[in-house]
């Protein structure tokens, strides 16, 4: 399923050439199919639904596709929308595209060893980027640090 005024834009970026890839049936075959939804067809997952908005422990949140290091938790924080939020990517973590979805221009986030969507970048974010990196949470999985405790 593609969205509303995606295909083309989906289309040129699939079309760009990144250090992981896989075909379709690949990438069907290794990941859930919500996630193949929204790493490979730019979905959404729906709001309060992701273990990873209320994981609080120390650690690294990593491509669910290519399980590149993407986001560190000393860089999320609440941002109260339901989706995992990040004031900052690691460095050489993430590309980012124009996406025209939705009638709005938004700032569209993929990892940028696998193409694999991931959200949307905003400016409203808390300092000190002053950026709110809106991530879904299925793109996603958690390695806690050594020796990390506490709960999710």
Known sequence: MRWFGRGAQ????????????????????????????????????????????????????????????????????????????????????VGTSEDNSWFATRTEVHCRRCGGHLGHVFEDGPPPTGLRYCMNGVAMAFAPAEGASGNA
Do not use: I, M
């Open 10 to 93: 989906a289309e040129a970026q699939h079309a760009e050439v990144f250090e992981v890839t896989y075909s379709e049936a690949e990438w069907r075959e290794r990941l859930t199919p919500q996630q193949y939804y929204v790493l490979r067809e730019h979905g959404t997952e729906r709001a309060g639904t992701s273990p990873l908005d209320d994981e609080k422990r120390a650690g690294t949140f990593v491509c669910a596709g290519c399980e590149l290091p993407l986001f560190s938790s000393e860089t999320k924080y609440d941002s109260g929308t339901g989706w995992p939020s990040f004031w900052a990517p690691l460095d050489n973590a």
